[in-house]
């Protein structure tokens, strides 16, 4: 059997630099002309109402730009963007596409674009009791091009490949990927790709993130791409470069014993630029305190009287993008005071402690899970799914807990703001000229 070859190109030109990275790993090999082409990026989220950060979060436009021309001049015709972001994060769809300057994409080349959320998903059988629901549009292209960002993922370590095709899943599938037990999210998202004709996988490294997998993390310029028709090899190349082996990294463990995949570098065949000169850790995690009270920055800031229980990868991405915005709402509410002997639950199996005065349920989950629990003294439910962050604030005034908003559109000012005079951050990386 021939080792799957894995190219790692150092970017200079896009252009030139993705026609490298496709000629050394072949990449086109498996295409052919008339193939249904569904080009698979990643928009975790983004956000019209407040400053956004795209760095290391969403696949450059530059490099799906540079793919679909590409693409065009080799022949390919039946080229489609598509992706399926939660639907209460993007409800202007037509607007993201258009920020991105995909629509330019479609009037040059008549790329189709497409917003699965809009379209029908398939109930799609695994095998094992394991169902879930895909987008019909990737179920019937021939050929997939997934395109992720090369970042951290603070449930997961990395967010590379394999998981970037969990945007092809429904709401509630993407809900049931973050199980516990057989159904924990490392068992989960790697079979996804089992119904997917992927054929080629390009991990965007112009960025890279840590602390992923949203604009919370701090971004760094790498000006990388990996490229690979083997899904698997080039997640591995990926996790190696962020500092993570395979055999460090869950879901590849759980992926390589299913599909009989090695997790040995040296038995994959790099072209390109080697994987020591570019590999560097990039922390996936946040610190939190020994005890399990809270972020360690709020330990630091001495605030008391509070147990925030930390995230564990039950929580799902709706709840997950307001997990930090909730915690800089509740930083906001300490006035040097203690918090009322509060406790924040969240997520599928944490339950709430005894020894607790107020219990707050963060998102439905947690409403659900701790209903008839018996340590709860005073219940604070905050259903959604995920939570409304206004709704949190006027609920928590009720019980006394003062939490200013505006202290988190100052946070997202901050988040946007940092990079401004940071040289090689581009925000034109996300237009299309």
Known sequence: MARASVSIVKVTDIYESLQESLKLSDGLAGLNINDRILIKPNIVSWDFDLPFPPYGVVTTSVVIKA?????????????????GALPMLNPQWDAVYEALGYMKLQERYGVKLVDFNQGEFIPTDYGDGFR??????????????????????????????????????????????????????????????????????????????????????????????????????????GAEILGYPAKEVAYLTNYAKRHGYSMELADYELRGESVADHQEFVTYDWEWSEEDTGPAGFEKRGITGLAIRKYDS???????VQYNPMLILLSSAFKGKPFPNVEVVSGKQQIAATGFDN????????????????????????WGCPPDL?????????????????????????????YKENEGFKLADWSVE
């Open 67 to 83: 793919l679909v021309r590409i693409l065009a001049e080799h022949g390919f015709r039946d080229l489609t963007i598509g992706e």
């Open 132 to 237: 879930l629901e895909i987008a019909k549009q990737a179920l019937e292209a021939d050929k997939i091009i997934n395109v992720p960002v090369l970042k951290t993922h603070n449930q997961a370590k990395v967010s590379l490949g394999i998981k970037n095709l969990k945007g092809c899943l429904n709401k509630k599938s993407k809900q049931s990927c973050h199980g516990v037990g057989d159904e924990e999210l490392s068992l989960t998202f790697p079979r996804i790709i089992e119904k997917l004709p992927v054929a080629l996988t390009i991990i965007d490294g112009l960025y890279t993130l840590e602390k992923g997998p949203g604009p919370t993390g701090k971004a760094f310029r790498k000006d990388l791409l990996i490229a690979s028709r083997d899904p698997f090899a080039c997640d591995l190349v």
């Open 314 to 320: 039950s929580l799902c991405t709706g709840c997950s």
């Open 359 to 382: 219990s707050v349920l963060f998102g439905k989950c947690a409403c659900h899970l701790n209903k008839n629990n018996v340590n709860v003294k005073k219940a604070i439910p905050l």
């Open 390 to 418: 206004k709704k949190f604030v006027e609920v928590l005034a009720k019980e006394g807990i003062e939490c200013d908003y505006n202290e988190y559109v100052r946070f997202r000012h901050y988040l946007f703001d940092r």
